[in-house]
Structures are given as C-alpha cells and as structure tokens.
C-alpha cells in the first residue's frame, strides 16, 4: 500500500455531525470501524478483516469492546469515502509517527498508513461496567481518526501536571501516564453510576467528550419496555 505522509481529508457538518471525508489515491486504503462506512465517489474495492489479527480481534469481541471487523476499502482509481459515526458528535485526526495512542473502544473510527490496532486495555473483571472497560491502541505510522459522543475537546496536560476524568468522558491519550481506577465506594458505583475513572499525569495528548455514552444509554434503557 502507498501511504502518504500528508493526508487529504476534511470534516464536515461538525461539531454535531461531523463526517470525515478522505480521498485516496489508487492503491491507497483507509481502515474503517464496521457501521460507519457512508458512501463512495470513484471505484473502491472492500474487503473485510479481523483488526489487529485473529487473537487480538477474538480478545477485543470477547472483551465487549469494537466490533471484530474492520472494513478495508482500497481505491481502484482516485476516489473520495466519506465515514460517518454511528453517535450524534464530532471527530478528530491524531497523526502517529511512530507513537501510540489509546482510545475509549467506542470512539475508534478509521485509520490510514501503517498502523497497528489491538486491545490496549481491559479490566476490573467482574463488574458490571466491564463492556466499557476496554481500550483500544493504534501504534505506527499514520493517521488515526477518532470520534466522540458530544462535543470533543482537546486538552495538552503539562509536564507533571495531573488530572483526573470520569471513565465516560474519555475518548483519547497521546503521551503521559495514565491509570485507571474506582472512584468512591460500592454504593458510589451502584447508586451514582460514577464508579471508574482516569488519572493522568503530564506532558501528554489528551481528548475527552462532553457528554456519557453509557449513562445516556442508562437513561434511554428506562424507557424502553422489558419483555414479558
């Protein structure tokens, strides 16, 4: 695959309703999140593929995190695909030169060059939140595009400086040091819904959203009848 250093892509309808638009050149491929392929201009060949190879999309199906998949689409002739996020939000293009990054398993989207995506994290086993315990990290060269539930800000943490996110509202980090643990107690976790977060510590990259998926989905799942 020819990979470009400088790739040609524009977001669109943002910040809301963002969606990435790329245009490849023949032969070149971008990576893309199952469901969020949109549609194509030119003549593009796709095939279907396990992210990350076979034990590490079984681990990422297994774990709760992405869809097994990934869509590879690769242009027979100049084209232009447009992706768009299954969530009401924005995107954003992190570029890798040979750095890694990790980011929330709901807020991967595609990626170009040569990048390799697998499980970067998972656990707390046993809990009930353990589906949306799970990271992912793309490592490489390329280009990386994430998307997120609401609003994406982009934060630069300084060198020792620290700081502390809900599990919810992360979408991504470049750089730093980061641990993941329980905030409060049981009753904290049952009753608040605010049971797990994410330290950080400086200098780094890093990319949080303005609104909660999982308590959002909490809240609609009220609403929706259960079966007799």
Known sequence: ???????????????????????????????????????????????TTMGGGIVRGLLRAVAGGESLFFNIITARSKSEVWIAPPVTGDIAAIELGGEEVYIQDSSYLAHIGDVEVGVGWRGFKGLIAEGELVWVKAKGRGTVFINSFGALE??????????TIDNGHFVAIKGGKWSIRKFGGWKTFFLGGEGVVVD???PADLW???RNLPAFAGILGKFIP???
């Open 1 to 47: 695959m020819v990979y470009r250093l400088v790739v040609k892509y524009v977001l669109e309808k943002g910040p809301a309703f963002t969606i990435l638009k790329v245009e490849l050149n023949e032969g070149e491929s971008i990576w893309v999140e199952s469901g969020s392929y949109m549609l194509n201009k030119g003549d593009i060949e796709v095939k």
């Open 154 to 163: 982009h934060i630069r943490v300084g060198p020792g400086e620290k700081i």
């Open 200 to 202: 950080v510590e400086g």
């Open 208 to 210: 949080v959203q303005t």
């Open 226 to 228: 259960s079966k007799s």
